[in-house]
């Protein structure tokens, strides 16, 4: 028997093709589900365009499961069943009594459902020396191995002690980022994903998102689920193997209208454009954790993002040119574009392009086969290459196509994540951590809060301060006490 079509399932999971004449509607009528396969999809009636369903309480447990990460170790309510949850003492002081202490630190009392929590933060941080070390050698290349013999600890307690200072980046990174979202109603952004261990097959996709004109770090997400066994939709089986394994296309030139093109045909060739994994034929599958379906990742970062701008008027959205992204971003920001608020588009530069000089008049590029439409423009110069930029509107609100082939550089997304490779080259490629992912998140939390909070790119300039929310660059010291 096919499912019954819900409101909550349309939600989710409307025609998300913009050629569409029924793009974007919440119309029950204009949809069918197939269920011939143990995976029921849905059908647009207008385009026929055929997708994997999103379940509505998946995406919401890839909601809860996300969240619980980020607010691991925060000075806030655990209560999952209080509306407290996750609120930061630091931030909502008003949602919370002060409740004696804990030895020197300061407890709280939650004033929805009386639960008590010590904020480990009220007092200095007693291993600040060695943390600003091992961060100093960390970012300076040092493998995790090397530290823990040029410092003489034990492989375990090294372990530990990254755990601790992951768990005050991600509460210093609380507090930047609350005043981040509340400073502006307006906001420019930029996406991309890469596998979080380019060498390692194990299907761990990492996605983030960053404000285009600072480069602060907005949200990060992995596709892995904490627990090893859990079930449903949006996890991928263990025994999983892709039935398609083509390899990918090789561009002809490194002209931005072949690398398109070979995209395309990468994109077509998967079982659904929304799935980066479709020939991952090798699956190197995680021990401890389980592999999260990326489409449901990327929904749920976009959500969390949506969540978190309430009072944002307008928004404009800078993908790299994968259809994951588009599809995820379309379902969370819908109800921005229903209000003319969303702009959305697949954006590639070349490496060179100088950001704020004005290029020549986009020229469209037309691609056979393809009725998306993309436009090109050129900055030519005197006795060098000429350089490109590429860009597909896919959903039009305010931005004319003059004024989007202006925005700012969409690079500072890949050049952050290539950074991190970088820094973390010895563990990311680490053989034994190919089956333990989960080992390199605490690395990502404490990459993130540098980053945001103390890497320099120009003397002076962390993208907190060109953010406007620091005023000036954070110390190792400053940041790990
Ligand atoms: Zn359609
Ligand atoms: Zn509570």
């Known amino acids: 028997m096919p499912e019954k079509i819900t409101q909550q399932i349309i939600e989710l999971n409307f025609c998300k093709n913009p050629l569409c004449a029924d793009f974007g509607s919440l119309n029950a009528a204009n949809y069918s589900i197939l269920s011939e396969r143990n995976n029921p999809q849905i059908a647009c009636a207008s385009c026929h365009n055929i997708s994997p369903i999103i379940w509505p309480d998946e995406l919401q447990s ?114 930047f980022d609350h005043h981040w979202q509340n400073q502006s109603q307006q906001y420019l952004l930029g996406s991309d994903y890469h596998y979080l261990q380019p060498n390692s097959e194990n299907g761990v996709l990492w996605i983030c998102t960053l404000d285009l004109n600072s480069h602060y770090v907005v949200h990060q997400s992995v596709n892995i689920s904490e627990q090893a066994n859990v079930s449903g939709n949006r996890i991928i089986a263990r025994e999983y193997l892709a039935s398609i394994n083509t390899p990918l296309s090789e561009p002809a030139s490194d002209k931005l209208a072949d690398i398109i093109m070979a995209r395309l045909n990468d994109h077509s060739a998967r079982s659904h454009r929304n799935n980066p994994l479709h020939n991952q034929t090798q699956l190197n599958y995680p021990v401890k954790t389980s592999l999260v379906t990326p489409i449901y990742c990327a929904t749920a ?22 259809p994951m992204l588009a599809e995820a971003a379309i379902t969370s920001f819908n109800e921005m574009r229903q209000k003319q608020s969303l702009d959305l588009l697949y954006q590639i530069d070349d490496p060179a392009w100088i950001e704020g000089r004005m290029g020549s008049k986009p020229q469209p590029l037309i691609f056979a086969h393809n009725k998306v439409s993309w436009s090109l423009s050129e900055q030519k110069h005197i006795r060098a290459n000429t350089e490109q930029r590429a860009i597909c509107q896919i959903i039009e609100s305010n931005l004319t196509q003059k004024q989007v082939h202006q925005l700012p550089k969409h690079t500072p997304i890949s050049n952050y994540m290539e950074r991190f490779h970088v820094i973390f080259k010895s563990s990311v490629n680490e053989p034994r951590r190919k089956r333990r992912p989960e080992g390199l998140l605490p690395l990502l939390d404490i990459y993130k809060a540098w980053n945001n909070l103390c890497h320099q790119n120009n003397p002076g300039e962390t993208p907190a301060v060109n953010a406007g929310i620091s005023e000036k660059p954070l110390s190792l010291d400053q940041l790990l006490q």
Not at 110 to 131: E, G, I, M, W, Y
Not at 314 to 319: G, Y
């Open 301 to 322: 970062h976009y959500h969390q993002i949506n969540q978190w701008f309430q009072d944002m008027d307008k928004l404009t959205l800078s993908l790299a040119f994968e």
């Open 62 to 175: 890839e909601l809860s499961s996300q969240r619980e990460y980020l607010q691991a170790g925060l000075t806030a309510c655990t209560n999952k069943a209080c509306d407290n949850l996750g609120y930061n003492v630091q931030l909502y002081p008003e949602k919370y009594y002060s409740f004696g202490f804990s030895g020197d630190k300061q407890r709280y009392r939650c004033k929805s459902c009386q639960k008590t929590v010590v904020d480990r933060f009220s007092v200095a941080n007693p291993n600040l020396k060695t943390h600003v070390t091992i961060l100093a050698l960390l970012l300076t290349g040092f493998s995790l191995k090397e530290i823990s013999i040029k410092l003489q600890m034990q492989a375990k307690t090294l372990n530990d002690h990254i755990k601790a200072m992951a768990a005050i980046c991600r509460h210093k990174s609380s507090v």
